[in-house]
T-cell receptor
């Protein structure tokens, strides 16, 4: 089975901190994605990457950046965390036609 | 009009009931359709996948696609308390390159014992 591993299940950070969320997949997928999920708003795409060193903005990229230096690793960076970035963050990998595999999620709280 | 519409619920049913979950969409280019199940505080997991129109059955689950009506459904027979979760539909277009899947917002289902 494809595994998508997110480095942390729960994180608490202070406003203004730089935050790194790491994601690793083990199935050699080219495409990787970062979503945030909030009650009533569903999954919202932040950034995605279809190749090493490539990145594309999703629907809500403001306040975030990403890094993909290796095919298996896709990092989400909050440059200066704010309270409105408190959310569940989900990483996924896969090809559209075959569906995505999601990680278990990171619940980030910014205080 | 949003690309994918899904009733958020919540939907509460007694154990053993037949559950029907639905999504409508507006993009006629969508050709593959998925259902994900998400338990509380977990990531979504792929439950069913269908391509184009028709039905697909897997145990107690049946996925149905009606492309003429732009409507997809997931039926759960003999529902169990363990089916309590949020169900998200997702869809994509063939030959869409790297265009990401489009997800519904999810329907929260509770099956009461």
């Amino acid at each position: 089975d494809v595994k998508v591993t997110q480095s942390s299940r729960y994180l608490v950070k202070r406003t203004g901190e730089k935050v790194f969320l790491e994601c690793v997949q083990d199935m050699d997928h080219e495409n990787m994605f970062w979503y945030r999920q909030d009650p009533g708003l569903g999954l919202r795409l932040i950034y995605f990457s279809y190749d090493v060193k490539m990145k594309e903005k999703g629907d809500i990229p403001e306040g975030y950046s990403v890094s993909r230096e290796k095919k298996e690793r896709f990092s989400l960076i909050l440059e200066s965390a704010s309270t409105n970035q408190t959310s569940m963050y989900l990483c996924a990998s896969g090809q559209g036609a075959k569906g995505y595999t999601f990680g278990s999620g990171t619940r980030l709280t910014v205080v | 009009q949003k690309e994918v519409e899904q009733d958020p619920g919540p939907l509460s049913v007694p154990e053993g009931a037949i559950v029907s979950l639905n999504c409508t969409y507006s993009n006629s280019a969508f050709q593959y359709f998925m259902w994900y199940r998400q338990y509380s505080r977990k990531g979504p997991e792929l439950l069913m996948y269908t391509y184009s129109s028709g039905n697909k059955e897997d145990g107690r689950f049946t996925a149905q696609v009606d492309k003429s009506s732009k409507y997809i459904s997931l039926f759960i027979r003999d529902s169990q308390p363990s089916d309590s979760a949020t169900y998200l539909c997702a869809m994509g277009a063939r030959f869409s390159g790297n265009t990401p899947l489009v997800f519904g917002k999810g329907t929260r289902l509770s099956v009461i014992a």
